[in-house]
């Protein structure tokens, strides 16, 4: 069968490239305004940064690592939305607690409650040359994103912050200068590849969720990149063809650290080098760039 594909263009509100058919501006524009509860909880990334690693492992903190009750037709992101998605807004709303919500809005859209310390964010920063491969192999595969003609041209396109979730810089570092005002965790995907069980022992502190060493551990093993590669609600390997053309891709691609050397050339890495260096300069967090 022939899949339709779509492909819809960046649309900017406020300096922000949203997904036609996918955002709606006026929605996202109210999410500043949202009243928030101290239950809450936000998972915020720059695309490719760890989300759906960080959706299956809040789910299963509050299942206390039981994985069957978990377990559903739907995808997670049924359990633990995108905020910014069109009609989400007001599904919040209402919605009982806890409220459990990923975004990768620029901090100027996200509810200013939060700087007041309503509710918990659990930012996941990631090297931003791995997002970048990572990022490129999702758009050969996301319908509702424009298909890159090569590497050089996806490079091109996310230096210039011409993708949805805008600058990397900006982002990592507009969030990361506002966490002392909010209940954040700042954690890294690195942090998470190398030692997965303190990151969600750190989590289910910010949770309050007192968990046994069984159960932490339970959490950890459902979580694995082999583990959640299985988990078809996990890894959106059912999400409809007209969403991800899934002989394209899928998102439980690599999950390494380092794959940017398979991609970057010389002149790109250096590149990337001096804008890291330049945009970067005052960042106090070190990233690890390869194993
Ligand atoms: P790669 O494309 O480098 O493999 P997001 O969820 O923000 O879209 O990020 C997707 C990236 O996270 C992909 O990176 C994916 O493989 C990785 N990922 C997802 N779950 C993971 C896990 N359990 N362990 C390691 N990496 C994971």
Known sequence: DEVQTQTHDLVLHRGFGLISGIHDPEDVEQIYDL?????????????????????????????????????????????????????????????????????HLQYKFMPAALSRRKGKVIYV?????????????????????????????????????????GSWFEHVKTWYSHSDDMNML????????????????????????????????????HSTFKNMKKIPQASYEQVSDDLLNHSQGRFMRKGTIGDWKNHFTVAQSERFDEAFHREMQDFPLSFIWDL
């Open 125 to 165: 920063a990631r090297n931003p040359k791995d997002v970048l491969v990572s990022y490129f192999h999702f758009h050969n595969f996301a319908n509702m994103l424009e298909t890159p003609k090569d590497f050089d041209d996806f490079f091109e396109k996310f230096m210039a912050a011409r993708v949805f979730g």
């Open 186 to 221: 700042f954690i890294t995907y690195e942090e998470m590849i190398q030692d997965l069980p303190s990151v969600v022992k750190r989590i289910s502190g910010l949770l309050g969720k007192d968990l046994t060493e069984e159960q932490l551990a339970d959490v950890v093993k």
């Open 35 to 103: 009243e928030v509860r101290d239950s809450d909880v936000f998972v915020v990334t720059y695309p490719k940064s760890g989300t759906i690693w960080m959706q299956q492992i809040l789910l299963l903190i509050e299942a206390k690592g039981d994985l069957t009750a978990i377990s559903q037709e739907g995808n997670n992101s049924d359990l633990v939305p995108w905020i910014e998605l069109k009609g989400n807004r007001e599904a919040f709303i209402v919605a009982p607690s806890p409220r459990l919500r990923v975004s």
